[in-house]
């Protein structure tokens, strides 16, 4: 009889057995654990009428302090909990918070901020003008590492308590008529007196419509209803539970399944979700501005920044890097949301007769740094490529670097010195933005224009009130700003995000910084 | 490490006088020499952690503060956070406080990094662990078939279907069964995060599918080995002996197949282990996973010295226990096993 060693023991396949089924027994168990619904989130004591909104953030990326945050996710964290005297609706209208009324003052020089006499933080203590002194002082003093500070400087002088103690008075530098939309910003969130902001985290006391619960580094927050906030019996959901994501697709997949109420729309989203989901646009992002060094050649001379500009096909811009959620722009960085739009311009498009009539047979060569952005920043830069040699009269490579070589703190930094940069910029007043990017000498200004007669023209603007005259101004700064093209803004991005099917109603100011991250009027049904 | 190079000799069966004290002997000795070995390597990996982060490009201040910082507020930052002057002072301030066990904050959470570091490294743990339990079964059940089935159909197909899934990226493996068992049959959470430290029942659950993930990721190499250590045992000559001898099968599994085919298969186990609790940044990031790879990966991204030196450290003192525990083990399974001065 043939000896056959080779057949498996029976006490060996009991084993194998034994082992496979202990081992899928494990899985299962684990996946039946809790019968088939996925366990519930958010805090258990929110979980009244309204509903919890499970919220998806990336994870912050920078500091979690409200006058130092400056990464939108942090935004979000704080924002939740914290209030501004004035929120921005999507419209670009101002409407109240933390303040019930603003005034400017007859020689324009100051402005007396109303605060609402209900108006409380969430450990039940009122708002006071002092606080909003206190929080002030914070982002202006010498001291301070806001970001807010560079919004105020050169604009106010002192705040100080009115007279009747109920109120706060802004003085002035120089007349600045939309210094109310200056208290709108990120980092103007007002904050108990003597709170140390980078302990914020530990002890997070605002005025908002949610008090923070508990902050797990990495994974996520809870919140519960403030009903100590202005306008509490607006606010509907009992809570929010935001949980941070590190990966896109991760969240999208959660979204799908009902874990997340909302995701924020990018093409890739929009390809994923069609038309299946609601969705709500609300309000203007940021643009991303292509800023040539104006002292560089070749951009030193003004019809080769023209002929990049008339070489620009912008609805295939916003539509190939903003999925369609955006408005396409002529180089004049006035969002257009904004109360005075310019008048009178030419809207560029896709001209290559007019490219070759600028530039005749020459064929410019230029290298445009970027970086490996995770909004589009990247898609951009190739699109802009693609359309510019498309011409045949330019010769585009890119320069793509990380973030954090992109804004790397060095006197050489690539964003601020490089020939063609690309580098988005938040919904700011076009004030703002004019005296960071075109003022000379400024900052931010990466273009390194100079043009006094637009200096000029935007000190009148900034002081005066009268509308006709704003709207000439308006339009004189907008002239030299499309004519000269230190900065093409092609596009602005609108706040576009997915609202799942538990969600009902919608956002009244967007759910941007400006807005206040305001849940009035919102429900869940889960 | 040396085996002897006599791989035909089967290990003796039954216990021989002397034996286990000769072991114990070795063992005590290893012990000895990876108690010197140990904190010298710890030290070097800390040196160039805290140097190689230093090479990472940006700024932990503007990372914190954002673009719209200046640069003077990026620099008075950087230095309120202890972040200026000479890299040999500032690894030096790290290190008295590492070990004088006062970890420092980090950066980019905002908390002590001690707790944040060691709240990760038991999630990933509880990870690992899972992944190791699913894993080296089935990679001694699937490799054992194999190898009793040697050429055959079972043979071919489970090595196709291995290879097959092997070859298929860890993310793609996770979004599919994420796509099927959380979007699809709604059995477990997406994200993972939130329920990661529940009860042991909803850690179970909510771990089951990174889990399972990670273990298919190192199951084909796993069972791979199993299939050719134990192939080779069944056509040695101690085995026909043992055959030929009329042992019973189980006395020859257990003495003579299992003991002379896993010898590789768990110094491979040993690796598998120091890297499955070392946290897979992969995985615990498309799970949201609450882990100690995933932390690390945004302290490197972000430049968060201390977090990242601080978790690099422990990933260390994890990877070096599991290379000391595979190699008792191998004293304790083959007595022929030598660790010579000099050789770890």
């Known amino acids: 009889m043939p000896l056959n060693i080779s057949s498996p023991p029976k006490a060996g396949r009991r084993a194998v057995v034994t082992t496979v089924a202990v081992a899928f027994a494990l899985v299962l168990a684990?996946?039946?654990?809790?019968?088939?619904?996925?366990?519930?989130?958010?805090?258990?004591?929110?979980?009244?009428?309204?509903?919890?909104?499970?919220?998806?953030?990336?994870?912050?990326?920078?500091?979690?302090?409200?006058?130092?945050?400056?990464?939108?996710?942090?935004?979000?964290?704080?924002?939740?909990?914290?209030?501004?005297?004035?929120?921005?609706?999507?419209?670009?209208?101002?409407?109240?918070?933390?303040?019930?009324?603003?005034?400017?003052?007859?020689?324009?020089?100051?402005?007396?901020?109303?605060?609402?006499?209900?108006?409380?933080?969430?450990?039940?203590?009122?708002?006071?003008?002092?606080?909003?002194?206190?929080?002030?002082?914070?982002?202006?003093?010498?001291?301070?590492?806001?970001?807010?500070?560079?919004?105020?400087?050169?604009?106010?002088?002192?705040?100080?308590?009115?007279?009747?103690?109920?109120?706060?008075?802004?003085?002035?530098?120089?007349?600045?008529?939309?210094?109310?939309?200056?208290?709108?910003?990120?980092?103007?969130?007002?904050?108990?007196?003597?709170?140390?902001?980078t302990n914020w985290i530990s002890d997070p006391v605002g005025a908002g419509q949610f008090i923070l619960e508990k902050y797990t580094p990495g994974q996520g927050v809870t919140y519960k209803k403030n009903p100590y906030y202005w306008d509490a019996s607006a606010v509907k959901v009992s809570g929010v539970s935001a949980k941070f994501f590190n990966d896109d697709q991760s969240e999208l997949l959660a979204f799908q399944s009902g874990q997340i109420d909302q995701i924020t729309s990018d093409p890739s989203i929009k390809a994923a979700l069609g038309t299946s989901y609601r969705q709500q646009r609300a309000g203007y992002v940021k643009f991303d501005g292509l800023v040539f060094n104006v002292t560089k050649a070749p951009f030193n001379n003004v019809k080769v920044r023209q002929a990049v500009a008339w070489a620009l096909n912008r609805p295939a811009i916003a539509q190939t890097v903003y999925s369609g959620n955006a408005t396409v722009g002529n180089d004049v960085p006035t969002f257009p949301d904004y109360a005075v739009q310019p008048q009178g311009l030419t809207a560029r498009s896709a001209n290559t007769a007019k490219v070759k009539q600028l530039l005749g047979n020459q064929v410019i060569s230029f290298t445009i740094t970027s970086y490996q952005g995770t909004q589009g920043e990247q898609t951009y830069a190739q699109l802009i490529q693609q359309q510019l040699d498309a011409t045949g009269s330019f010769k585009v490579k890119l320069n793509l670097l990380t973030e954090a070589a992109y804004y790397a703190t060095t006197s050489s930094t690539p964003w601020l010195n490089a020939p063609v940069t690309i580098t988005d910029w938040a919904n700011r007043l076009p004030t703002q933005l004019y005296s960071l990017l075109y003022a000379p000498g400024a900052t931010w200004n990466a273009s390194h224009y100079d043009n006094s007669q637009l200096d000029k023209l935007n000190k009148q603007y900034e002081a005066t009130t009268d509308q006709a005259e704003r709207q000439t101004l308006a339009n004189q700064i907008a002239q030299i700003q499309w004519t000269d093209v230190p900065v093409i803004v092609a596009a602005f991005e609108q706040s576009d995000v997915y609202l799942g099917q538990a969600v009902h109603g919608s956002f009244p100011n967007g759910q941007q910084f400006n807005g206040g991250f305001d849940f009035r009027g919102i429900t869940v049904s889960h | 490490?040396?085996?002897?190079?006599?791989?035909?000799?089967?290990?003796?069966?039954?216990?021989?006088?002397?034996?286990?004290?000769?072991?114990?002997?070795?063992?005590?000795?290893?012990?000895?020499?990876?108690?010197?070995?140990?904190?010298?390597?710890?030290?070097?990996?800390?040196?160039?952690?805290?140097?190689?982060?230093?090479?990472?490009?940006?700024?932990?201040?503007?990372?914190?503060?954002?673009?719209?910082?200046?640069?003077?507020?990026?620099?008075?930052w950087d230095v309120s956070n202890g972040l200026t002057g000479p890299i040999t002072g500032r690894y030096l301030h790290w290190l008295s406080d590492f070990v004088s066990g006062n970890w420092g904050t980090s950066f980019v959470y905002q908390v002590p990094s001690r707790p944040l570091v060691f709240g990760h490294l038991v999630n990933t743990l509880f990870l690992g662990l899972f992944?190791?339990?699913?894993?080296?079964?089935?990679?001694?059940?699937?490799?054992?078939?194999?190898?009793?089935?040697?050429?055959?159909?079972?043979?071919?197909?489970?090595?196709?279907?291995?290879?097959?899934?092997?070859?298929?990226?860890?993310?793609?493996?996770?979004?599919?069964?994420?796509?099927?068992?959380?979007?699809?049959?709604?059995?477990?959470?997406?994200?993972?995060?939130?329920?990661?430290?529940?009860?042991?029942?909803?850690?179970?659950?909510?771990?089951?599918?990174?889990?399972?993930?990670?273990?298919?990721?190192?199951?084909?190499?796993?069972?791979?080995?199993?299939?050719?250590?134990?192939?080779?045992?069944?056509?040695?000559?101690?085995?026909?002996?043992?055959?030929?001898?009329?042992?019973?099968?189980?006395?020859?599994?257990?003495?003579?197949?299992?003991?002379?085919?896993?010898?590789?298969?768990?110094?491979?186990?040993?690796?598998?282990?120091?890297?499955?609790?070392?946290?897979?940044?992969?995985v615990e990031t498309l799970f949201n996973y609450p882990g100690l790879g995933a932390l690390l990966v945004v302290a490197a991204e972000r430049k968060d010295p201390v977090l990242l030196t601080d978790g690099v450290m422990i990933t260390g003192v994890i990877?070096?226990?599991?290379?000391?525990?595979?190699?008792?083990?191998?004293?304790l399974m083959d007595p022929r096993i030598r660790f010579e001065a000099g050789e770890s």
């Open chain 1, 30 to 197: 684990a996946c039946s654990s809790s019968g088939s619904k996925t366990p519930s989130s958010g805090s258990s004591s929110a979980a009244a009428a309204g509903g919890v909104y499970n919220l998806g953030l990336n994870t912050p990326t920078g500091s979690i302090d409200p006058l130092t945050t400056a990464d939108f996710n942090a935004m979000y964290v704080v924002g939740l909990a914290s209030a501004n005297l004035i929120i921005e609706s999507p419209s670009g209208k101002l409407e109240p918070q933390l303040a019930s009324s603003w005034t400017q003052a007859a020689d324009k020089l100051s402005w007396t901020i109303d605060l609402q006499p209900n108006a409380k933080f969430s450990n039940g203590k009122p708002v006071t003008a002092s606080d909003v002194i206190y929080t002030f002082n914070q982002i202006l003093g010498a001291s301070s590492q806001s970001p807010a500070k560079s919004s105020f400087t050169g604009i106010v002088k002192s705040v100080a308590a009115g007279s009747d103690g109920k109120s706060v008075v802004f003085t002035l530098d120089t007349p600045y008529s939309d210094f109310p939309y200056l208290l709108t910003g990120a980092n103007t969130w007002i904050l108990p007196s003597g709170t140390k902001d």
């Open chain 2, 1 to 76: 490490m040396s085996v002897l190079s006599d791989q035909a000799a089967a290990l003796a069966p039954g216990r021989r006088p002397g034996l286990w004290s000769g072991r114990r002997s070795r063992v005590l000795t290893l012990l000895g020499r990876r108690l010197i070995q140990i904190p010298v390597v710890l030290f070097v990996v800390s040196i160039l952690t805290f140097w190689l982060i230093e090479l990472v490009p940006g700024d932990p201040g503007r990372n914190a503060l954002g673009q719209y910082a200046t640069p003077a507020q990026v620099r008075a």
């Open chain 2, 131 to 282: 992944a190791f339990v699913l894993l080296v079964p089935l990679a001694l059940v699937l490799g054992s078939i194999q190898a009793y089935r040697e050429g055959g159909r079972t043979d071919r197909g489970i090595t196709i279907a291995l290879m097959s899934l092997s070859s298929v990226p860890e993310f793609v493996i996770g979004v599919l069964l994420l796509v099927v068992f959380a979007v699809g049959l709604n059995l477990v959470p997406v994200e993972s995060g939130a329920f990661a430290t529940g009860d042991f029942a909803q850690r179970l659950q909510v771990t089951t599918l990174p889990a399972v993930t990670l273990a298919v990721a190192y199951l084909a190499v796993l069972a791979r080995m199993v299939r050719t250590g134990t192939a080779g045992a069944l056509t040695a000559q101690f085995h026909r002996t043992a055959v030929l001898k009329g042992l019973r099968p189980a006395q020859i599994v257990r003495r003579h197949v299992a003991r002379n085919a896993l010898i590789p298969t768990l110094q491979l186990v040993g690796i598998y282990l120091g890297t499955l609790l070392g946290g897979s940044a992969v």
């Open chain 2, 319 to 331: 990877a070096l226990l599991a290379l000391l525990l595979t190699d008792i083990g191998l004293i």
